[in-house]
Antibody, heavy 115, light 107 residues
């Protein structure tokens, strides 16, 4: 069974940093693109970032470009999202998902940006 | 950016009803469209990809159709467990974008 497990969320002050991790199992991680999607409280789904299978190409939503960095370690079957210069509007549940038609999804990790 | 417009934003229907949700893309996306179901406090679940291909394990009462700019998700006979919010998403080009969601309630 394909599974994704996020970790690393929490409470951080505005301007702070956080690194999310997503551990994959049950599929050949190294041949799949991986993505991050977020959902602010009570709101819809918003794509954040995607990294290709080799890590050679990365894509970002304009709202996070220059502040967030996606990366992956294919030897550890893990994708990361480094989030810097966090703002209140980054508060959301962050999901990792396989590929660009997202399947499966992880259970999500909550990031709260507040003083 | 490609805008995805879903309608209706919410609906209430009875068990056994046929339910249709539409999704319109602001420009052509071929068949690069997926549908998701999300229940409260849960992660989304993929139902359909490539506009009409059912994910493994998804009940056959769900179906998708369309190509280009106009797409439809149909539930042929609504079941009590089908409540939740449904989202369409295009993966034709970056930035990847979602529709605003359709909240389905059971009468």
């Amino acid at each position: 069974e394909e599974q994704l497990l996020e970790s690393g969320g929490g409470l951080v002050q505005p301007g702070g940093s956080l690194r999310l991790s997503c551990a994959a199992s049950g599929f050949t991680f190294s041949i799949n693109a991986m993505s991050w999607v977020r959902q602010a409280p009570g709101k819809g789904l918003k794509w954040v970032s995607t990294i290709t299978s080799s890590g050679g190409n990365t894509y970002y939503a304009d709202s996070v470009k220059g502040r967030f960095t996606i990366s992956r370690d294919n030897s550890k079957n893990t994708v990361y999202l480094q989030m810097n210069s966090l703002r209140a509007e980054d508060t959301a549940v962050y999901y990792c998902a396989k590929d660009t038609n997202f399947d499966p999804w992880g259970q999500g990790t909550l990031v709260t940006v507040s003083s | 950016d490609i805008q995805m417009t879903q309608s209706p934003s919410s609906l209430s229907a009875s068990v056994g009803d046929r339910v249709t949700i539409t999704c319109r893309a602001s420009q052509g996306i071929s068949s690069w469209l997926a549908w998701y179901q999300q229940k409260p406090e849960k992660a989304p679940k993929s139902l359909i990809y490539a506009a009409s291909t059912l994910q493994s394990g998804v009940p056959s009462r769900f179906s998708g159709s369309g190509s280009g700019t106009d797409f439809t998700l149909t539930i042929s006979s609504l079941q009590p467990e089908d409540f939740g919010t449904y989202y369409c998403q295009q993966y034709n080009s970056y930035p990847l974008t979602f529709g605003g969601g359709t909240k389905v309630e059971i009468k």
